[in-house]
Nanobody
C-alpha cells in the first residue's frame, strides 16, 4: 500500500535548523503534489509548505523566508529545510501527498524548539 515515512525531527534550540525528509513508496511520486503540515497540541493542523508536481511552491506566511520545501523525484522524497527555528514552530510535522482525489498521510515526526 501507499506509504509516506517522515524522518529528521528532534529537539533544537531557537535559531537552530533541521531538515525533515518524507520518503514515498507505492505511488507515482513525480505526479503528486506534496506538502508539509504541522499540528501543535490544542491547535488545528495547518499547511506549512507545498510543492506541485511541476515544482511550484507555496508557504505559510509564518514560515516564509525561513523554510524551504524541495523534492527529489529520483529518490521519491520531499524535504523541508527549516532554518531560524522558533519555539512556535514546535509541532508534529506530517507529510502529505495528493493527486486528483487521492490523498495520503505520513505518521508524523516531532519537532521541538526549546532552550
Amino acid at each position: 500500500q501507499v506509504q509516506l515515512v517522515e524522518s529528521g525531527g528532534g529537539l533544537v534550540q531557537p535559531a537552530g535548523s533541521l531538515r525533515l525528509s518524507c520518503a514515498a513508496s507505492r505511488i507515482m511520486f513525480s505526479i503528486y503534489a506534496m506538502g508539509w503540515y504541522r499540528q501543535a497540541p490544542g491547535k488545528q493542523r495547518e499547511l506549512v509548505a507545498a510543492i506541485t508536481s511541476d515544482g511550484s511552491t507555496n508557504y505559510a506566511d509564518s514560515v516564509k523566508g525561513r523554510f524551504t520545501i524541495s523534492r527529489d523525484n529520483a529518490k521519491n522524497t520531499v524535504y523541508l529545510q527549516m532554518n531560524s527555528l522558533k519555539p512556535e514552530d514546535t509541532a508534529v510535522y506530517y507529510c502529505n501527498g495528493r493527486q486528483g482525489s487521492y490523498s495520503y498521510w505520513g505518521q508524523g515526526t516531532q519537532v521541538t524548539v526549546s532552550s
